[in-house]
């Protein structure tokens, strides 16, 4: 059966892995979308840390990093597109206004995500952004894949809760998205079919 592509926008949702997806880039994954539409989608993979921290990656960029409270959170890897290049995924500044940061892609739901350099500058000064999630690499689809790839049931989608990414530990973040559903993941059979 096709899946139209027109019927669903998933921007400010969750994708949320199926345990049969065995690809090693999105296996247990959740990603929030930034954008979806007939032309694609973009997403950030959201719980898969990896081994670096905002400390260590303001050192690399030449940046003091004046925000105690952010020094050890994790870099995550956000997808395998352009793992050299950071995508910020934060709080919008002024909801309701254009964003105070080059390159910014405002998201319905509340949140903005960044990929120039001057939010982590505005960060280095103690400023910025409240809650931010840092990720290298990003996460894509072509024109109709996404749709393709939910028919095959290898994703559940779901409204996201900023709660999920900025207040939940890492390893409970796959299990807090399927709570969104009210599905456990024991409960899912790694096995995909179709009625």
Known sequence: MAFDS???????HFLIAMPGLEDAAFARSVIY???HSERGALGLVINKPSDINLKNLFDKVELPLHREDL???LVYQGGPVQTERGFVLHDSMMPG????????MTIPGGLEMTTSKDVLEALSTGAGPRRIFVSLGYSSWGEGQLESEISDNSWLTVAADPAVIFD???EERYARALMLLGLE?????PDAGHA
């Open 185 to 189: 993941s024991w409960r899912l059979s």
């Open 97 to 104: 206004s254009e964003s105070v940061y080059a390159s910014t």
């Open 6 to 12: 027109s019927l669903i926008n998933l921007t400010h």
């Open 168 to 170: 939940t530990p890492v």
């Open 71 to 73: 020094s050890e959170a």
């Open 33 to 35: 979308m930034c954008e």
